[in-house]
């Protein structure tokens, strides 16, 4: 992980608003690499393969992009990213990280990302862990990265416009558009919820009613459906329980040879068996307690008996109930059980249904007042696009003019449409427009650009969309592809005209670019015969030289080639 030097005062001055330090361990081909980065305009230049690429693929890591197993270096156990952060008190990252109470008095932000080898990531913010969701809303403010494929995105609609919101300064506007837009969406919901049962409100308010009445008129209490089936069950075998009974009253009591009779006996002839030997009273007092227990229990079992009767009519009536919450609980498939809390939810139902009449036309003048707010803001939305998307297109238009499209007109059209639902988005439809020959109208990028014109309005777009942006570092990577002589000469002064407001780093593979650069990193790959690992490295002044060369001259560098590149540097130098 860097070390976390403490900056001069100078330090939180705007020019240094920057990433500062970079830490990248098995990540990839990368095995230990610490880097040290400074303001201004720094290019990343190497052969095919070095590992540019994956220097900018472990900064998306570490500012919330998805986490993968793959990344972390073969034989290790877990890849590590950090970055030291300087941020400005009254940038949108220092108000992010006070918003989330993660600010660092010295004005620091340390990030920090490990991803184990079975893809569990772990992160942290100025020494806080945070889940990866809070690194990505954190690297919205720090870093932007723009992908040598970001003119493919170009074509798509959705993107256009996210472009040309992402350039403009009416977020509150675009908030409140979204905001109306979803209140309109659930109150009409509920509006339609409530219109769809009102279309046969009448039956379904009959049905509900009868429901209601029928499981009223039943009157259940609670408890009461196991006490019918305890009553239920008792007068079913009424007749078996008092035969039983009588028998086992017999048995006990009333019989000729009934228990207590014999029990008797026993009682008597143990007594005056005690009189003679007084081991015997212990037996004759426990048959004198049994024989009360069996007069007792006599006594209970006659007294049960008199209460006892046969009540067919009774048992009729509980058969009755019983078929009757039996149909009702299969009818509102439910148990029996639970047939007066059906009762209540029907109640509630109804209470509804009998006034929805009223809340249909609370939510209509609800849904008519949240309408016309939106259209309000929906329009305010569209002439704020409209007059962002004049002035972003008369800056692209300049600098693709400068690209190598000297009569290229850039336009952006932004059209209301008519009668459009309520949409987060607004009801604009965008789209950009290009004409490459003085005269020609201009049409839909998808129908005119060729792939090295789309290159070219896509950085124009980049750097005019940057313009108006507040994050403080910017990367490109490889956005040159497709563009030489000339045009790749002017790229580079864009680029390093950009570095005067942003911190700017750039993996190119031209030379006419790397030459308008403060400071040159060379990325390459060593190797122990064994594993190859990826290294970095800051040019001196001389190894810029021959580095340009070989990116002039390929294979063989001649001195004319060496001579070229010399040239180059020092016409930046005396720009």
Not at 280 to 295: D, G, H, N, W
Not at 510 to 536: C, F, M, N, S, W
């Amino acid at each position: 992980m860097p070390q976390r030097r403490r900056a001069p005062a100078r330090a939180r001055s705007k020019d240094l608003l920057m990433l500062r330090e970079l830490a990248i361990s098995s990540f990839a081909i990368i095995d230990d690499l610490q880097l040290q980065l400074a303001p201004g305009f720094t290019v990343l230049s190497g052969e095919t393969g070095a590992g540019k690429s994956i220097l900018l693929e472990a900064v998306g890591l570490l500012l919330g992009d998805r986490a993968d197993a793959q990344s972390v270096r073969d034989g290790a156990k877990r890849a590590e990213v950090s970055a030291v952060f300087d941020v400005a008190p009254d940038s949108g990252a220092a108000r992010w990280l006070a918003e989330q109470a993660l600010d660092d008095p010295d004005g620091e932000c340390v990030v920090r990302r490990v991803v184990s080898a079975e893809g569990r990531s772990r992160n942290w913010v100025n020494g806080s862990p945070v889940p990866a969701r809070m690194l990505k809303a954190l690297g919205e403010h720090l870093v932007d990265i723009h992908g040598q494929h970001e003119h493919q995105s170009l074509l798509r609609p959705a993107n256009q416009r996210h472009l040309l919101d992402d350039s403009g300064d009416y977020q509150d506007t675009l908030q409140a558009v979204a905001d109306l837009a979803r209140e309109y969406r659930d109150t009409d919901t509920e509006l339609q919820r409530l219109l769809g049962v009102d279309a046969d409100g009448s039956s379904r308010l009959d049905l509900l009613r009868y429901q209601f009445n029928e499981l009223e008129a039943l009157e259940l209490q609670a408890g009461e459906v196991d006490r019918i089936e305890a009553e239920h069950n008792r007068l079913a075998h009424a007749e078996q329980l008092i035969q039983d009974a009588q028998t086992a009253l017999d048995l006990m009591y009333e019989g000729e040879t009934a228990a207590s009779s014999l029990l008797g006996q026993s009682q008597r002839l143990l007594d005056t068996a005690a009189d003679i030997d007084a081991q015997f009273s212990p037996v004759a007092q426990s048959v004198a307690s049994a024989l009360i227990q069996i007069e007792e229990a006599a006594d209970d079992l006659r007294r049960h008996l008199d209460r006892l009767e046969l009540d067919p009519e009774r048992l009729a009536w509980l058969s009755d109930r019983m078929a009757t919450l039996q149909s009702l609980a299969r009818k509102h498939r439910c148990d029996p059980e639970a047939l007066p809390q059906k009762m209540t939810d029907i109640e509630a139902e109804l209470a509804e249904l009998e006034g929805s009449e009223a809340r249909i036309e609370q939510l209509r003048a609800e849904q008519e007042k949240r309408l016309a707010a939106y259209g309000e803001q929906a329009d305010a939305l569209h002439n704020a696009r409209v007059r962002c998307g004049r002035a972003l297109a008369e800056q692209v238009t300049t600098l693709i003019r400068e690209l190598g499209m000297p009569e290229g007109e850039f336009v952006i059209d932004v059209r209301a449409k008519a009668d459009a639902r309520p949409s987060p988005a607004g009801h604009d439809d965008i789209s950009f427009r290009v004409s490459a020959n003085p005269g020609q109208t201009p049409r839909g990028i998808e129908k005119v650009a060729s792939g090295g014109e789309l290159s070219r309005i896509s950085l124009g777009l980049q750097v005019a969309a940057i313009s108006a942006s507040g994050v403080p570092t910017l990367i490109f990577d490889e956005v040159d592809a497709g563009i030489g002589g000339g045009v790749a000469e002017i790229v580079g002064r864009l680029l390093r005209q950009l570095a005067a407001q942003r911190q700017n780093l750039c993996v190119t593979h031209l030379p006419q670019v790397a030459a308008q650069a403060d400071h040159h990193l060379y990325v390459y790959k060593e190797t122990d015969g064994k594993t190859t690992r990826t290294a970095i490295r800051e040019l001196s002044a001389e190894e810029r030289v021959d580095e340009l060369a070989r990116m002039l001259g390929g294979v063989k560098i001649t001195e004319r080639t060496l001579g070229h590149a010399r040239e180059m540097l020092e016409q930046v130098g005396a720009a």
